[in-house]
């Protein structure tokens, strides 16, 4: 069962967007690292952003693969983001990035510097 939490896994998930954790919507992360009982990710959006956005985006070639609904891109435009372990499962799992795409998110993260 690790391998669903492993580097470059799919889940969907809420995604908080206010501090009191009442705003939240359900979109796909993919974990970019897991450590002890904390998961560090991106969050996956279906837009390719603005023009000063683009840069950002690492677009999910395979995206159909990986369980999603139209084309994606990774937005790494915001700090890594994490979350508690437990609050995903076998359930919010999707799949895995394609070893292309995840070619794609590495050579953009050391393009950013991460």
Known sequence: MDSIYEYTSIHETKVFYSEDGDEYKKRPIVIIECEDNTIYYFRITSKEGKENQKKYRSPILNWRKCGLTKPSFIDISN?????????????????????????TLESKMNELGY
């Open 79 to 103: 700090p890594i983001s994490h979350m508690e372990k437990k609050l995903l499962g076998e359930k919010t799992f999707l799949s895995h990035l394609s070893e292309y795409d995840v070619q």
